[in-house]
């Protein structure tokens, strides 16, 4: 018998804990890394440093080599290309492992770490740029293993947020943590299995969310036969869906059809639609959901004379910076405004907008119109409290202000 430690690591070196709450409005305390000690070695999918704690999780029962046979059955699973900072990384190995050992799981403020993150506006304005940054990690990797003699190679699908659970511990802390659950039981040696599996995946990187996990049940495994007799199962492919940690439905074969249908019917059933939803209003829905963009650029060579006119009479030195915008802003392409030209014209944005006259701020308005239209920009000011905010609200006093009298361009 052995002793069982899990090694938990911050890879923020303790700037979630001290910046998270400003930057996501919830309190973050660490950026989880984890591996489980026992037999006298740490074993890890990627190592970082000291562990910031040590979780002991009792003694197991599993001999050494059975465990090794056992590393060795999940190291197809566990690859370098289908590592992914959110849907599978090292914690999703040691709830693996831990599962597989002692019949537990790790702690739930870790392993629900990626949906308190992606909870937040700002985790979920993220998720695009941190896939993109796995997928070319991934590319190389699997290109790497293409090089190479290898059996049974994964896949280089990394977006596709599928776990891997292959023993009942490790499946039952997924499902218990998460409303709705789709677990896939398949094998190498299965045809209908490998045609299903792209479209399993699909829906997973489609549907998957903080309350939505798919899993993926390797029969290939030995463990996994044990998973396997708890849930009744005896051919592959088969899908069982779980609503609340309750198996609901179930689906044997491979019909794509009929899979999307199940697991859209299991996704109604954990988030039903708002009963206004179903009110018929043909009016309303005939309006159009796109934004009103106004693309017409005005005469910027007028404008900026009329904003340097304003700027010299109330002695500001900030009009470089709003004629550096009017330029950038002319090309109107995706990367014409970078963060330096940004940040140099929110900052002379308030200068102006503290001391101007409200009617003196329809140039600068306009000029906020023409920047917008770039999208970076754009996702920029979405992202971040900017003086955009500080010139409708000027301005829309102003305008209370003069009431009838409102000249007709600043309604």
Request: glycine share 6%; proline share 6%.
């Amino acid at each position: 018998m052995s002793q069982v430690q899990l090694y938990v690591y911050d890879l923020s070196g303790g700037l979630a804990k001290a910046l998270s709450m400003q930057m996501t409005g919830k309190q973050i305390d660490g950026i989880w890394h984890t591996s489980v000690v026992v037999f006298g070695k740490e074993i890890f999918y990627g190592q970082h440093g000291q562990p910031l704690q040590i979780a002991d999780f009792g003694e197991t029962a599993i001999d050494e080599d059975t465990f090794n046979e056992y590393l060795d059955d999940i190291r197809e699973h566990y690859t370098a290309d289908k590592y992914h900072l959110l849907d599978f990384n090292c914690n999703s190995f040691t709830n693996d492992v831990i599962g597989f050992l002692t019949g537990q799981h790790i702690p739930s403020w870790i392993r629900d770490l990626p949906a308190d993150f992606l909870s937040t506006p700002f985790g979920a304005s993220m998720r695009p740029m941190i896939d993109n940054m796995f997928r070319p990690v991934a590319q190389r990797a699997a290109s790497s293993a293409a090089n190479q003699p290898t059996v049974n190679p994964g896949s280089s699908t990394v977006a596709a947020p599928v776990h891997i659970a292959t023993n009942p511990p490790s499946l039952d802390s997924l499902i218990k943590s998460h409303k709705a659950s789709v677990v896939f039981f398949t094998s190498s040696s299965c045809s209908p299995c490998r045609m299903i599996e792209p479209a399993f995946e699909d829906l997973a990187r489609e549907k998957a969310g903080p309350d939505v996990v798919f899993v993926k049940v390797s029969m290939d495994i030995p463990a996994a036969s044990e998973v396997a007799g708890r849930w009744g199962v005896r051919v592959t492919p088969t899908f069982i869906m779980c609503l609340g940690g309750e198996r609901i439905d179930e689906l044997k074969g491979a019909d794509r059809g009929e899979l999307k249908t199940r697991v859209d019917l299991l996704l109604y059933q954990a988030f039903p639609p708002h009963p206004h939803m179903s009110l018929k209003l043909p009016a309303l829905k005939a309006l159009s959901t796109q934004a009103i963009v106004y693309e017409q650029v005005p005469d910027l060579t007028k404008l900026l004379s009329k904003i340097h006119a304003t700027t010299i009479s109330l002695g500001l030195a900030e009009y470089p910076s709003i004629a550096a915008m009017a330029t950038a802003a002319r090309v109107q392409g995706v990367d014409s405004i970078n963060d330096q030209i940004a940040e140099q014209f929110f900052k002379a944005s308030d200068a102006f907008i503290a001391v101007a006259q409200p009617q003196d701020l329809f140039p600068l308005l306009d000029l906020w119109r023409v920047a917008l239209l770039n999208q970076t920009f754009a996702t920029k000011c979405a992202l971040n409290d900017c003086a955009m905010a500080n010139v409708i609200a000027k301005i829309s006093e102003h305008v209370e202000k003069l009431g009838g009298a409102t000249p007709k361009l600043l309604h």
